[in-house]
């Protein structure tokens, strides 16, 4: 059984599903993707995504009109697999369509393009084997791509990543809920003064290069929660 932390766009509240593996994603339709086929090969009990991530494969999964085999979704960051701030340890992207054709991939890619429900949409070139779609958060705390500014009162699958990174880098953050709090707040200036970051209490750029790079892929730590 899974704890799935869903960020509700149009509430712009944090919602907590407990879904087993064979179960659909909540915001999902017709069953058309799993939690187990969403977790892959994370380990971790707790996940998360958007809805309007759900919505936007809801609406790619009925334009393609088969199934779409998802090779990777969801990882967390210390479990590694990806770049430092890719989309996936957020829960906003997906790369399926690894067993499909050649042929079959250039048509999902190209209907993901033309539907326009996600931000990005990998081109062919960077990943010829399988389709990347993401609906990540613009815009950038750095230029080029990556993670948005986050600040107390934010509330995002972002704010899971920082919280996330913050525990596993031995800074308590506490809960895992996605909501930027006093406690969140503290312990990223705890971060900052230790690293000689400016203590202003905000994830920006200089933030996320730092922590990210000292978490993603390092294993689970004594301070890391669920």
């Known amino acids: 059984m899974a704890k799935i932390i869903v960020y509700n766009n149009d509430t712009d509240r944090m919602e907590v599903f407990h879904r087993a593996e064979n179960e659909p994603m909540p915001y999902n339709e017709g069953g058309t993707l799993t939690v187990g086929e969403f977790r892959g090969k994370s380990k971790s009990p707790t996940l998360w995504t958007t809805k309007r991530v759900m919505e936007a494969w809801n609406a790619t999964r009925k334009a393609y009109g088969a199934p779409i085999p998802v090779g990777y ?15 996936h340890y957020a829960g906003t992207a997906l790369d399926s369509g690894q067993a499909l054709t050649n042929t079959q991939r250039n048509r999902l890619r190209t209907l993901a393009q033309q539907l326009g ?3 990005y949409v990998e081109p062919a070139n960077l990943t010829p084997t399988w389709v990347h779609t993401d ?34 880098a031995g800074y308590a953050a506490g809960e895992l809920d996605g909501v930027f709090g006093e406690q969140t707040e503290r312990a990223l200036k705890n971060y ?3 690293r000689g970051l400016a203590a202003d209490g905000i994830a920006g750029c200089a ?9 993603v892929g390092n294993g689970r730590k004594t301070g890391t929660v669920d």
């Not at 979704?73 to 989309?87: I, K, L, M, N, T």
């Not at 613009?138 to 913050?166: F, K, M, T």
């Open 73 to 87: 979704a969801f990882r967390r960051p210390w479990e590694g697999g990806h770049a430092d701030q890719s989309q």
């Open 117 to 119: 429900v996600w931000v």
């Open 135 to 168: 609906r990540r958060q613009n815009p950038p705390a750095c230029p080029g791509g990556g993670y948005p500014s986050l600040r107390r009162g934010s509330r995002s699958v972002y704010v899971l990543i920082l919280q996330d990174s913050l525990n596993s």
């Open 192 to 194: 900052q003064k230790a």
């Open 207 to 215: 933030v996320w290069r730092r922590l990210m790079a000292e978490v």
